[in-house]
Each structure stands twice: as C-alpha cells, then as structure tokens.
C-alpha cells in the first residue's frame, strides 16, 4: 500500500503545488476559492486559474463551482469528486452568508428524524443554481429576505460553523414545505421527538411573524392534536383563521374530513399521525 507521501508525491505538480497544499491545511482552508490560490501563489489570476486546473486533473483538488474548490485528502488517491462535509460545501456554494440550511437538513441537524437525507436544503434571498456534486445534491430555496430569521449557529469542525434554523423555525419552515421534508407525517414526528425540547411561545410567535394560513393552521393543529403546550396559548393562531380551507399536507392528493376549528381538510387522518408517535 502507497505511504502517505508517495501519494502526496503522485499527485502534486511539483514545489508549487506542495506549497498551495501546506499553506491551505495551515489556514484550515480544505475549502479554497481562486482568489486564494493567486494570493498564496502570488501567480496572475490567469496563471493561477490554469495552476489549479491542473491540480484538478491530478486529483489534487476537486471543483465544486466554479472559481471553488476543495482540496482532496492524500489517503483518497486520486479521487476527483471528492465533496468533503456537505454542510461546509453548502455554505460555501451560498457564498458564506444571507443563507441557512433548512427544511430535512435542519431536521437532522436537530435530530428529528431517523433516517439521513441525502438532499442539502439551502433557503437563501440569492438566486443559486442547485447542483450535484460528488453524489450529494445541494438544492437552494428561494426565501425573503426578511424571513431570515429564527437562525443559529453550528459547530461543524471545531473552527468553522454554518448557519442553520433553530428547532423552531425548522418546524415552521417543514410545516411550510412539508414537501422538502419528506411530508406533513415526517414534520409532526419530528416535532414528537423533541417535544420536550420546542419552546411553544416561539413556535407561535415565528408562524404569526411568518404570516402564511397553512402553516398557523396546521400548527394549531399539531400542538392541539399532540397536547403540546397550554390549550389557551394556541389563541394567537385561531385569531388569525381565515374562512378559507387547506390541506394538512399539500403533498398529498385533496381529500378527507374538513375539520372547521383549524379550517383544515384532514387529507392525513388524525389517528394516522398519532400512530406515527408511538412508534
């Protein structure tokens, strides 16, 4: 088996490019953008574009956009679609700010599922192409600028972070989309499993501040439907009611019992979600 510096020597283009590597590992940038290399390099942005295109056909380094890249650890040969962690690989396709990973992400960022998704939700102002890379999908979601709000940090590596929603706006967002969630079943046994841990007050306040019906309606519902929180405290929400019905989940085809009290057609029946809990 190759030794760790065979491999290095296999892949690198030289002096140059040995250089490149031991300046990013000790900046910590497995990550890097072209402007990077020109600087470190201190080559032409011309020069230094063809610099690392070759370190690309050498399995140095894999793009992942362009002018983006990521540095392919020595153990993997010449691996040329290596992504690296995808949280960190979502950030920086959004360009590192104005951005948050939502929806199934942030579910299993606060584990509120069971199963890994195997889809990178982004939700950001900016408009960006969602792409696959490496076999991971990175989807962006378009949002106001003004919902970026309810968003955290955390802690990927011990020096670098992303910005993701707290436990309550990912229970808003999934009631929102429940599409991007895997449906309205996977969004309410997320909300059971930390049940303990959602703090309702924000929960009401972020769907009022959100101002979308289906989602004051079908958190309502929710909270009423599992006992979370004071039955008094769910008045905001039904203040809000319009006489209007949606579905429970939009996924779904429109069917079911109306229920007026949350002005809900129940295309997901009742004591289908609290089986989904006891489980």
Not at 241 to 247: D, G, K
């Amino acid at each position: 088996m190759a030794s760790r510096r065979d491999l290095l020597a296999s892949k690198t283009l030289g002096t140059e490019a040995a250089n490149l590597v031991t300046a990013l590992h000790e900046r910590n940038r497995t990550l890097f953008t072209l402007e990077d290399a020109t600087e470190i390099t201190g080559l032409r942005e011309a020069s230094a574009r063809s610099f690392v295109r070759k370190l690309v056909n050498r399995g140095v380094v894999t793009r992942l956009k362009p002018g983006l890249f990521h540095l392919v650890p020595f153990e993997l040969g010449r691996e040329r679609e290596y992504v690296g962690d995808p949280l960190l690989v979502a950030k920086a396709l959004g360009d590192g700010k104005d951005y948050y990973l939502s929806h199934s992400t942030a579910m299993e960022i606060h584990q509120m599922v069971t199963q890994p998704r195997l889809v990178i939700y982004v939700s950001t102002p900016k408009s960006i192409r969602s792409r696959t890379i490496g076999g991971t999908e990175f989807r962006f979601l378009r949002c106001r600028r003004r919902h970026l709000f309810g968003i955290v940090p955390y802690w990927v590596t011990k020096q670098e972070t992303v910005q993701v929603s707290d436990l309550e706006r990912t229970v808003i967002d999934g009631l929102r989309h429940p599409e991007y969630c895997g449906g309205l079943t996977e969004v309410a046994k997320g909300l059971w499993m930390q049940r303990e841990k959602v703090h309702v007050p924000r929960l009401i306040e972020y769907a009022l501040r959100l101002g979308v019906g289906a989602v004051i309606r079908r958190l309502g519902f929710l909270l009423e439907l599992y006992e979370i929180g004071a039955a008094d405290a769910f008045e905001p929400l039904r203040r809000r009611l319009t006489s209007t019905y949606v579905t429970l989940d939009p996924v779904l085809p429109p069917e079911g019992k109306y229920l007026r009290r949350w002005r809900l057609r129940l295309n997901v029946p009742p004591d289908e979600l609290r089986a989904v809990v006891r489980t």
